[in-house]
Structure formats: structure tokens, C-alpha cells
């Protein structure tokens, strides 16, 4: 059976992916970068003017995404409302991370899940000539998310973790890693992924006022251990989990997660200073170019190395 032919997908950004739109472009001649003049009137409310919208009809139109924060989203959506109206054969928004995703139950009533809510903002993404919005999210937090989604968009959700493993496998000591979680919901997301190693699961217990990181299952004694989570914000659970993993006998801790995310510049606490012993930091930690306030942060800081999704996002546009 022959190979469908590649289209041709003219990819939009907002002004913060820029490098990585750039970078998603160099993968494939079949992508071909577009833009957007982002301007703000006086009052501080989005200016915005689509270039070209008259030569992008019956085009396969993409739109690479970053809600980094709400001060973002309000003109982001705009654009995304705006283009699949142009008369374009389809439209795909690529939206890496998924940022309310964390807050998608209620524990008591009044708790307002936010995930659900952005969830239903995409849904009512106009249908384009082609038919549904295509909407591409990398390691969403909870896969039953998937169900918040309305028909108005197809849902396709993608993973980083292929690159986490053929990121291992260039380690000298591939052949003794085993792959941490520091709770079982990282364990329930993503050990069929990674059953091919052996593994350790963290739990947070509660002793008196506070929540303890303890070592629930597994033996991380003699091997460097990769802790891997979706996302991380302050970093003091994956702080934690290294001090017990390294207490049991761990010979590196490293850590992977797709999103990082670290409000406050938290990374800061993870960066390597002059001096320090190695048994108290992390060998490397992984993460990917989803957050791009991030990735512009951390630049050339050991230990941090970035994994990018620009090859994955690529194949993503072609489906």
C-alpha cells in the first residue's frame, strides 16, 4: 500500500514559541512558517492582523500555542477562533501543555475545576471545511481529560517519552537505570511506557502536620535512577523523593518531565553550584521545550537539558 502523500501545513505561532515553531519548520519541508502581527491598543486589549489570510484558503492551516499564563490565552484565542473561518482545508492547534490540567476534580463543593472549563473553551473552536479542530496536547495530567473535550474538536494526545528514552540509551550507563515515580499516578501514567525497566514507587504519607515522601516499592540501591512526572511546579516533591532515593542506595538521581513549568523560578534551586557535592544534586534533569518561558530560562544551566518536541510535533501535523 502506497504512503499517503505529506500535505503541505502552514504553522502559525504566538510570539513566545516562536523558536520552537522555527524549529518544528526545520524538520519538514512540508511546513512552512506564517505570521501574525501581535499588537495591543492602548487599553491594553489584543491588535491583532492575520498576514496573508486571503493565500491561506484551501491551505492546511496549524496554530502552535503557549498558554503560559492567562495575561496570554485571552489573544491567543482570538487568532485560534479567527482562522479555521478563512476558508482552510483543516485546522490543527497545537497546544503542548494543557495548563489547567492539574485542577480537573472537585474534592468538595465550590472547588471549580479548571480544566474542564478550557476544555470546553477549545470545544467551541469553529468547525473548519475540513471538518473538526484537531487539538495536539503532549502528556495531559489525567488521560480521562480526554472526555472534557467536546465533538468540535479530535482530541490527539502525544507523549514525550519516547525522547526520554532514546535520551537514555546515549548514557553510559544505560544498561543500570531504573526509572522512579514519585507517586502512583506518575506510576499509573506512565509505567506501561517504560516497562521495560525496573522501577521504584515513591508515596507521600501524612506524619502529624506534613506529607512525608517515602519509598513505597523497589529497590533503587546501586543504579542511577530516573525520576519521571508529567510536570513540575515548585519542585519540592521531586527534591524529596532524591534524598530518599539516594538514602536507599541510589547512585545518580536524575528527573524527567515533560512540562516544566516552575513559577517563581523555582528551577533555581535545582541548578548545580561551584562546588557542590554530587550526591546532593541531580545528574541531569530532562524536560522539553512545552514551556518556552522555561526553556529560555535554564539555558546552558547544568543540570538541566532540554529534549525537543519539535520532530514529534512535526509527524503530529502530518496526521
Known amino acids: 500500500m502506497e504512503k499517503p502523500t505529506k500535505k503541505q501545513v502552514l504553522l502559525f505561532y504566538c510570539v513566545e514559541?516562536?523558536?520552537?515553531?522555527?524549529?518544528?519548520?526545520?524538520?519538514?519541508?512540508?511546513?512552512?512558517?506564517q505570521s501574525i502581527n501581535w499588537r495591543s491598543f492602548d487599553d491594553g486589549f489584543p491588535n491583532l492582523f492575520i498576514n496573508n489570510a486571503q493565500d491561506i484558503r484551501g491551505q492546511h492551516v496549524s496554530f502552535l500555542a503557549s498558554f503560559s499564563s492567562p495575561a496570554v490565552i485571552f489573544e491567543q484565542l482570538s487568532v485560534i477562533f479567527a482562522l479555521p473561518r478563512l476558508f482552510v482545508a483543516s485546522f490543527t492547534l497545537v497546544l503542548p501543555f494543557f495548563p489547567t490540567g492539574s485542577f480537573e476534580r472537585m474534592e468538595e463543593e465550590g472547588d471549580v475545576a479548571t480544566a474542564f472549563t478550557m476544555a470546553r473553551i477549545l470545544s467551541n473552536i469553529p468547525i473548519?471545511?475540513?471538518?473538526?479542530?484537531?487539538l495536539v496536547i503532549y502528556d495531559i495530567h489525567a488521560l480521562q481529560e480526554r472526555f472534557y473535550f467536546g465533538d468540535n474538536v479530535l482530541p490527539c494526545f502525544e507523549t514525550g517519552i519516547p525522547l526520554l528514552k532514546q535520551r537514555l540509551q546515549q548514557l553510559p550507563d544505560a544498561d543500570n537505570i531504573v526509572i522512579a515515580f514519585p507517586d502512583d499516578g506518575a506510576w499509573k501514567r506512565f509505567h506501561k511506557q517504560l516497562d521495560h525497566f525496573p522501577m521504584v514507587v515513591c508515596a507521600k504519607v501524612r506524619?502529624?502536620?506534613?506529607?512525608?515522601?517515602?519509598?513505597?516499592e523497589g529497590n533503587p540501591s546501586g543504579y542511577h535512577v530516573v525520576i519521571v512526572d508529567d510536570l513540575v511546579q515548585s519542585g519540592g516533591t521531586l527534591i524529596e523523593c532524591q534524598k530518599v532515593l539516594a538514602a536507599?542506595?541510589?547512585?545518580?538521581?536524575?528527573?524527567?518531565?515533560?512540562?516544566a513549568v516552575f513559577p517563581k523560578n523555582s528551577w533555581e534551586k535545582f541548578v548545580h553550584k561551584n562546588g557542590e557535592n554530587s550526591n546532593k544534586a541531580f545528574t541531569y534533569f530532562w524536560i522539553t521545550d512545552s514551556c518556552s518561558?522555561?526553556?529560555?530560562?535554564?539555558?546552558?544551566?547544568?543540570?538541566?537539558?532540554?529534549?525537543s518536541l519539535a520532530g514529534s510535533i512535526a509527524d503530529a501535523l502530518q496526521i
Open 17 to 33: 514559541a516562536e523558536q520552537l515553531a522555527r524549529k518544528i519548520a526545520a524538520q519538514s519541508e512540508h511546513i512552512e512558517l
Open 293 to 307: 518561558p522555561t526553556v529560555k530560562s535554564i539555558e546552558n544551566k547544568a543540570p538541566f537539558e532540554v529534549l
Open 128 to 134: 473548519s471545511r475540513g471538518g473538526p479542530t484537531s
Open 207 to 216: 506524619e502529624g502536620d506534613k506529607r512525608i515522601v517515602r519509598l513505597k
Open 248 to 259: 536507599h542506595g541510589a547512585t545518580k538521581v536524575s528527573a524527567y518531565v515533560t512540562h
